[in-house]
């Protein structure tokens, strides 16, 4: 696993810790991403899709992969930086390792491992269901990250999850259902706001259902502010399409599943 390394945010100066991402590659080893250590982290004021990807050698097998631009958000002032990559070239790796899986066949310190840890010693309360790790899929589209979302919704426990019949609703928002949840999922650039939160709320009301919402950029400090209140699990997904919780009301759900 990659060592953590700090990241000075450009705005703030404060120094926040990254730990750069291992990607599966085709021959099923992790391909991990050589960070440039000579330059600074840029200021991601705008995402661009074409120029969110970045070419990467696998150590074990040679072969080039395009994977996410490394980012990581100040957990300070909130601003995103880009991390430049090695280029492949430059990149460590002309001689080839040997990947050997861990244990159990989970990477390290997956919520997969921990929570088969945590079987194997006896479940209690808030102690997590234990899944196999999730397996993400890279978004590049709208769909990818739809597709993601509802990946990782079965991988809690959910079952039968869908997008209803019928024209969709007006929004940005794609609506994912499955019995006793409706989840919303944001694909743009855009953080969700205080409306899109309380939409999502609205919709569980009139459903009878728990309401989740997934977002790709993140959410204003109103709408967090307000899901927090309504107890609405928030989800933030980046490019490797790997959901992560935001507030308490998403590691509740994450730690008792579907």
């Known amino acids: 696993m990659a060592e953590a390394v700090p990241?000075?945010?450009?705005?703030?100066?404060?120094?926040?810790?990254?730990?750069?991402?291992?990607?599966?590659?085709?021959?099923?080893?992790?391909?991990e991403l050589p960070l440039d250590p000579s330059a600074p982290p840029a200021v991601l004021s705008h995402r661009n899709w074409s120029e969110a990807w970045v070419r990467a050698r696998c150590a074990a097998c040679?072969?080039?992969?395009?994977?996410?631009?490394?980012?990581?958000?100040?957990?300070?002032?909130?601003?995103?930086?880009?991390?430049?990559?090695?280029p492949v070239d430059a990149s460590p790796g002309g001689a080839a390792q040997a990947y050997r899986p861990p244990p159990g066949g989970?990477?390290?310190?997956?919520?997969?491992?921990?929570?088969?840890?945590?079987?194997?010693?006896?479940?209690?309360?808030?102690?997590?269901?234990?899944r196999a790790p999730f397996r993400p899929v890279t978004i590049r589209t709208a769909r990818d990250a739809v597709?993601?979302?509802?990946l990782y919704l079965r991988w809690l426990g959910f079952r039968d999850v869908r997008s209803p019949e019928g024209p969709p609703v007006p929004s940005a928002a794609v609506d994912?259902?499955?019995?006793?949840?409706?989840a919303q999922v944001d694909?743009?650039?855009?953080?969700?706001?205080?409306?899109?939160?309380?939409?999502?709320?609205?919709?569980?009301l009139a459903a009878s259902a728990s309401a989740v919402y997934f977002a790709l950029a993140g959410y204003t400090q109103e709408a967090r502010s307000r899901a927090?209140?309504?107890?609405?699990?928030?989800f933030i997904m980046d490019l490797t399409g790997m959901p992560q919780p935001l507030n308490e009301a998403a590691e509740a759900l994450v730690t008792a599943g579907g």
């Open 62 to 86: 040679g072969r080039v992969g395009e994977w996410p631009q490394p980012e990581v958000g100040c957990g300070s002032c909130g601003t995103v930086v880009r991390l430049a990559v090695l």
């Open 176 to 182: 994912l259902r499955a019995p006793g949840l409706v």
């Open 7 to 31: 990241v000075r945010c450009p705005e703030c100066l404060r120094e926040n810790g990254y730990t750069a991402p291992a990607f599966p590659c085709a021959c099923g080893a992790p391909a």
């Open 228 to 234: 927090d209140a309504l107890g609405i699990p928030l």
């Open 147 to 150: 597709a993601s979302a509802a």
């Open 106 to 130: 989970a990477a390290h310190g997956s919520s997969g491992a921990r929570a088969a840890a945590a079987a194997a010693a006896g479940r209690g309360p808030g102690v997590p269901v234990p």
């Open 187 to 204: 694909p743009t650039t855009a953080p969700a706001g205080l409306r899109a939160v309380e939409c999502a709320w609205l919709n569980g």
